[in-house]
């Protein structure tokens, strides 16, 4: 089912729809204006200040004892490599166990990160 409707122009178009939604003069017709309304923000009371706890201080971190991946180190050797330090890491990584870093222990690796930074 469908409803067609034709108007011959834009002001019968608008007399319709006024008499289709009821109102009989312009003003009724007129979309309603939004009205302002003004909200009073409610006071915000302030939270207690927490009582003092003493937190304990981070633990510094030797890098021998930092737990590194195989990743990490692979990338931070490759770094040095990069910059002109292979034969250097090569020393550390034989004196650490090899040739390679998979022949190096991983409970090694701080203590090799350690000497690789220090290059």
């Given amino acids: 089912m ?3 409707i034709e108007f ?3 002001e019968e178009m608008k007399a319709f729809a006024r008499e289709l939604l009821g109102a009989t003069d312009q003003k009724e017709a007129a979309a309603p204006r939004p009205t302002t309304v003004e909200l009073q923000p409610e006071p915000v009371q302030q939270p207690a200040a927490p009582s003092p706890v003493a937190e304990p201080l ?3 971190v030797d890098p ?3 737990q590194y991946t195989v990743e990490e180190v692979r990338a931070f ?4 490599t990069k910059a002109g330090k292979r034969a250097e890491v090569q020393a550390i990584l034989k004196e650490m166990g090899g040739g390679k870093l998979s022949s190096v222990d991983p409970a090694r690796y701080g203590e090799l990160m350690e000497k ?3 290059l």
């Fill in 2 to 4: 469908g409803i067609m």
């Fill in 77 to 80: 050797l490759a770094g040095k």
């Fill in 8 to 10: 011959k122009d834009f």
């Fill in 58 to 60: 981070p633990k510094t």
């Fill in 116 to 118: 690789a930074e220090a």
């Fill in 64 to 66: 021998s004892e930092k």
